[in-house]
């Protein structure tokens, strides 16, 4: 009964902040404004601090600041993302001629965040900022798994990429996009990831926010994944945008397009898309045949509208299909997937005091997922299995923003339903059972609501940043098909939480050029649908069968950041050293008393909590301006992992690696030449409980250029895997045949892109 006047309230209070929000939008006095954009990308730049005059204050999400002009006083603007910059009397003049103010990017931020922009036109180049032909990639997590700190687990050679992020993985990582949740998975083997629904070629900036520091955007365990589209670009006069993008790869002829077109004017930005790609086998560096199909269609819309001078609202449909994946590491193949996602918004700026916004947002999102493994090589071939499986997801989130002077206040709620359904097949071939078939209930009707408050306050000094995050989250999960066989094993299949979560870091200025910033953070996350209600189904790095455990506890991370960082013109260094003690960690571990439903399984494991476990290590970075013409950047990153309990390392977590680019600039910024060498360091620190194997070291360079002959068009060639190494990730997983997919060999590749957004 609690829990249905909880969820009834967050509903009502939903409704009511957007009819408040509706119905205010027009109340307040209207000023000239002024925008504030990313001199690379156009793309506005929000939370920048100003000062002009006795008037302070912050710019809104869509980069606006209102200000009336005076002859006498400058304008001063402080981001961290962002370098400083004061503007005399004239230039704010001719700002307000112009209507826009262009800022140039730094790499630095209070949170322990990076940010990975995708830039509409081609200028530097750094280790986390990205082209236009990026916007081709196959999906988020191949897009993610190009920079260093982020690992993906690999199920398939070319689909369907899990981030790693500091070992966290799966439902420890909070992937959102513009700040709401995304699709779940349909399949129990995570054929089709969060990651892999993402419409990669409306994304702009991607935020990285590591650890359980900042906590907006939902639970958060280990980090969060936020990838932002743009935020409408309106236009004195009506202009038509498009953007036109295709690509080749010579090892295993993947082919790759995408495009946008629309317009936009005073009170619209109308944008349809879409992209297309496909591949095949292709050969690793040893000359063997890796299976590889897909093929890959999403389209849809962002539409985005001005309801007056302090009012927005937009909307974000997107429906992603595939069909016929090979997976040579599962029993199954993908045949069908089938993904809508919708997105809402409503954004209202306030001329008060203090009170600054009001944004809602609603979302809904539905995947059908269908797979089978009539198409693979088995010998013998004992059973023909086919699953069909699906998940629903919606909610929403309002926040209010106030401005105290130079702090900031962000507080709102928010609510999410998840659940999950489907059914495998297995038609028996051989045997006693022959001729016969049998159904099994996957995920049960299972089912998750959350709903949360959370608070976060940001302190902004000149030598001094801090913020303090908190949030309370009440979980409710039942199962509403529950298999008579796995409620047999609990006393209940329902279940619920209060999680807690609470951060507080800060960073201090050492002069101009240093600073020193400590976070800790605490943060608890209840179990997930697969760890509550998985039913006797191979989803692990083995092939044993997971039960799922709805009385599990919540799992804690208790994680510390100490970062250092020195900055001058031409040199970035920073240190990032982390820790993370969990308790109550969500496991597995093999029950004999089980048997299995497939002969092929060699048991059952259950979902279990680990009462201590521990990640901890170290990010470092160092780039450099060399000279003019000539920059490199060098990264070293490492996980350490333990279970106490096992006294082994935690499965899946990828071993020490270095990364280096050497980026030229040639023709004014016409020509970029760029080499980048990998190296990832043999993993010995294997969880042999769960049938893990060392993986090799391995070295890896790849050569690219750009050229860019005009401003709209964008030309790219390179070499991937120029010495043509065979290799496989660490967090490759392996086929039946315990042989890991090993990354293609040497590969050519050329991208083009027409831009005029």
Same mark, same amino acid.
């Given at each position: 009964?609690?829990?249905?006047?909880?969820?009834?309230?967050?509903?009502?209070?939903?409704?009511?902040?957007?009819?408040?929000?509706?119905?205010?939008?027009?109340?307040?006095?209207?000023?000239?404004?002024?925008?504030?954009?990313?001199?690379?990308?156009?793309?506005?730049?929000?939370?920048?601090?100003?000062?002009?005059?006795?008037?302070?204050?912050?710019?809104?999400?869509?980069?606006?600041?209102?200000?009336?002009?005076?002859?006498?006083?400058?304008?001063?603007?402080?981001?961290?993302?962002?370098?400083?910059?004061?503007?005399?009397?004239?230039?704010?003049?001719?700002?307000?001629?112009?209507?826009?103010?262009?800022?140039?990017?730094?790499?630095?931020?209070?949170?322990?965040?990076?940010?990975?922009?995708?830039?509409?036109?081609?200028?530097?180049?750094?280790?986390?900022?990205?082209?236009?032909?990026?916007?081709?990639?196959?999906?988020?997590?191949?897009?993610?798994?190009?920079?260093?700190?982020?690992?993906?687990?690999?199920?398939?050679?070319?689909?369907?990429?899990?981030?790693?992020?500091?070992?966290?993985?799966?439902?420890?990582?909070?992937?959102?996009?513009?700040?709401?949740?995304?699709?779940?998975?349909?399949?129990?083997?995570?054929?089709?990831?969060?990651?892999?629904?993402?419409?990669?070629?409306?994304?702009?900036?991607?935020?990285?926010?590591?650890?359980?520091?900042?906590?907006?955007?939902?639970?958060?365990?280990?980090?969060?994944?936020?990838?932002?589209?743009?935020?409408?670009?309106?236009?004195?006069?009506?202009?038509?945008?498009?953007?036109?993008?295709?690509?080749?790869?010579?090892?295993?002829?993947?082919?790759?397009?995408?495009?946008?077109?629309?317009?936009?004017?005073?009170?619209?930005?109308?944008?349809?898309?879409?992209?297309?790609?496909?591949?095949?086998?292709?050969?690793?560096?040893?000359?063997?045949?890796?299976?590889?199909?897909?093929?890959?269609?999403?389209?849809?819309?962002?539409?985005?509208?001005?309801?007056?001078?302090?009012?927005?609202?937009?909307?974000?449909?997107?429906?992603?299909?595939?069909?016929?994946?090979?997976?040579?590491?599962?029993?199954?193949?993908?045949?069908?997937?089938?993904?809508? +996602?919708?997105?809402?918004?409503?954004?209202?700026?306030?001329?008060?005091?203090?009170?600054?916004?009001?944004?809602?947002?609603?979302?809904?999102?539905?995947? !059908?997922?269908?797979?089978?493994?009539?198409?693979?090589?088995?010998?013998?071939?004992?059973? !023909?299995?086919?699953?069909?499986?699906?998940?629903?997801?919606?909610?929403?989130?309002?926040?209010?923003?106030?401005?105290?002077?130079?702090?900031?206040?962000?507080?709102?709620?928010?609510?999410?339903?998840?659940?999950?359904?489907?059914?495998?097949?297995?038609?028996?071939?051989?045997?006693?059972?022959?001729?016969?078939?049998?159904?099994?209930?996957?995920?049960? !009707?299972?089912?998750?609501?959350?709903?949360?408050?959370?608070?976060?306050?940001?302190?902004?000094?000149?030598?001094?940043?801090?913020?303090?995050?908190?949030?309370?989250?009440?979980?409710?999960?039942?199962?509403?098909?529950?298999?008579?066989?796995?409620?047999?094993?609990?006393?209940?299949?329902?279940?619920?939480?209060?999680?807690?979560?609470?951060?507080?870091?800060?960073?201090?200025?050492?002069?101009?050029?240093?600073?020193?910033?400590?976070?800790?953070?605490?943060?608890?996350?209840?179990?997930?649908?697969?760890?509550?209600?998985?039913?006797?189904?191979?989803?692990?790095?083995?092939?044993?069968?997971?039960?799922?455990?709805?009385?599990?506890?919540?799992?804690?991370?208790?994680?510390? !950041?100490?970062?250092?960082?020195?900055?001058?013109?031409?040199?970035?260094?920073?240190?990032?050293?982390?820790?993370?003690?969990?308790?109550?960690?969500?496991?597995?571990?093999?029950?004999?008393?089980?048997?299995?439903? +497939?002969?092929?399984?060699?048991?059952?494991?259950?979902?279990?909590?680990?009462?201590?476990?521990?990640?901890?290590?170290?990010?470092?970075?160092?780039?450099?301006?060399?000279?003019?013409?000539?920059?490199?950047?060098?990264?070293?990153?490492?996980?350490?992992?333990?279970?106490?309990?096992?006294?082994?390392?935690?499965?899946?977590?990828?071993?020490?690696?270095?990364?280096?680019?050497?980026?030229?600039?040639?023709?004014?910024?016409?020509?970029?030449?760029?080499?980048?060498?990998?190296?990832?360091?043999?993993?010995?620190?294997?969880?042999?409980?769960?049938?893990?194997?060392?993986?090799?070291?391995?070295?890896?360079?790849?050569?690219?250029?750009?050229?860019?002959?005009?401003?709209?068009?964008?030309?790219?060639?390179?070499?991937?895997?120029?010495?043509?190494?065979?290799?496989?990730?660490?967090?490759?997983?392996?086929?039946?045949?315990?042989?890991?997919?090993?990354?293609?060999?040497?590969?050519?590749?050329?991208?083009?892109?027409?831009?005029?957004?």
């Amino acid at each position: 009964m609690k829990y249905k006047l909880f969820i009834s309230g967050m509903r009502v209070l939903f409704a009511g902040l957007l009819f408040f929000s509706l119905a205010t939008g027009v109340a307040f006095s209207q000023e000239k404004t002024i925008q504030i954009v990313s001199e690379k990308s156009s793309i506005p730049v929000g939370d920048v601090f100003y000062k002009y005059g006795n008037k302070t204050g912050f710019s809104n999400d869509s980069g606006e600041i209102s200000i009336e002009f005076s002859e006498q006083e400058s304008l001063w603007l402080s981001h961290l993302l962002y370098k400083r910059i004061s503007l005399s009397p004239m230039d704010v003049q001719s700002a307000f001629a112009t209507g826009v103010i262009k800022l140039q990017l730094q790499e630095h931020s209070i949170l322990p965040v990076t940010v990975i922009s995708v830039h509409p036109s081609v200028g530097e180049i750094s280790s986390h900022t990205v082209g236009v032909q990026d916007k081709l990639e196959h999906d988020a997590g191949q897009l993610l798994d190009r920079f260093s700190g982020i690992s993906t687990i690999r199920k398939s050679a070319a689909y369907g990429f899990d981030p790693v992020l500091r070992g966290f993985k799966y439902d420890q990582l909070n992937l959102v996009i513009d700040g709401v949740h995304t699709a779940s998975a349909a399949c129990p083997n995570r054929m089709d990831p969060a990651s892999s629904q993402i419409p990669v070629n409306m994304v702009a900036e991607v935020e990285v926010l590591k650890g359980p520091f900042s906590l907006r955007y939902g639970n958060v365990f280990g980090g969060t994944i936020n990838f932002k589209t743009n935020l409408p670009q309106f236009s004195e006069k009506l202009k038509p945008v498009g953007r036109l993008g295709t690509s080749y790869e010579s090892n295993g002829g993947v082919f790759r397009t995408e495009g946008i077109g629309g317009f936009t004017s005073q009170s619209a930005d109308v944008k349809v898309f879409a992209s297309y790609s496909k591949g095949s086998d292709y050969k690793d560096g040893d000359g063997n045949t890796v299976p590889a199909n897909f093929n890959r269609l999403n389209w849809g819309g962002k539409l985005g509208f001005r309801l007056g001078e302090k009012q927005t609202i937009g909307f974000l449909v997107s429906n992603n299909r595939a069909h016929d994946v090979d997976f040579p590491t599962l029993p199954m193949d993908l045949r069908e997937d089938n993904t809508w +996602l919708l997105n809402a918004n409503h954004a209202l700026f306030f001329n008060r005091k203090n009170l600054s916004s009001l944004q809602t947002a609603l979302y809904t999102t539905k995947v !059908d997922h269908l797979m089978d493994n009539l198409d693979k090589v088995i010998n013998p071939r004992t059973v !023909d299995a086919v699953s069909d499986a699906s998940t629903i997801n919606y909610g929403g989130r309002s926040e209010l923003r106030f401005d105290f002077a130079e702090n900031k206040l962000f507080t709102g709620i928010d609510y999410r339903f998840e659940g999950a359904d489907g059914f495998r097949t297995r038609a028996m071939l051989m045997g006693p059972m022959a001729g016969k078939s049998l159904t099994d209930n996957i995920w049960q !009707d299972a089912q998750i609501q959350r709903g949360g408050v959370f608070g976060e306050f940001h302190l902004d000094r000149r030598s001094f940043q801090a913020v303090f995050s908190a949030r309370l989250d009440y979980n409710s999960a039942v199962a509403n098909n529950a298999d008579p066989a796995f409620a047999a094993l609990f006393e209940s299949v329902e279940s619920e939480w209060l999680n807690p979560s609470v951060s507080l870091g800060g960073t201090k200025m050492l002069g101009q050029k240093m600073s020193v910033g400590l976070w800790l953070g605490s943060a608890q996350r209840s179990p997930g649908i697969a760890e509550r209600y998985i039913n006797f189904f191979p989803i692990g790095i083995d092939p044993y069968e997971m039960v799922g455990n709805p009385q599990l506890k919540p799992e804690t991370n208790n994680q510390a !950041d100490l970062i250092f960082q020195f900055e001058t013109i031409a040199t970035d260094f920073s240190i990032n050293l982390f820790s993370s003690f969990l308790h109550n960690y969500i496991s597995s571990e093999i029950d004999p008393a089980l048997k299995p439903r +497939l002969v092929t399984s060699p048991g059952v494991r259950r979902f279990v909590n680990i009462e201590k476990a521990r990640m901890s290590g170290f990010e470092m970075s160092w780039k450099q301006q060399i000279f003019s013409f000539l920059k490199h950047d060098f990264n070293l990153v490492y996980t350490y992992a333990l279970n106490p309990e096992l006294d082994e390392p935690l499965p899946e977590i990828p071993p020490m690696e270095i990364t280096y680019r050497l980026t030229g600039s040639f023709l004014r910024n016409k020509i970029q030449p760029e080499v980048f060498f990998r190296h990832a360091f043999k993993q010995d620190r294997i969880a042999v409980s769960y049938g893990e194997t060392e993986s090799p070291a391995f070295d890896v360079v790849d050569l690219k250029c750009l050229w860019l002959p005009v401003k709209a068009i964008t030309v790219s060639a390179g070499i991937q895997n120029l010495f043509d190494v065979a290799y496989y990730e660490h967090l490759s997983r392996k086929a039946p045949d315990k042989k890991p997919i090993y990354s293609p060999g040497r590969s050519f590749y050329a991208t083009v892109t027409f831009n005029f957004l």
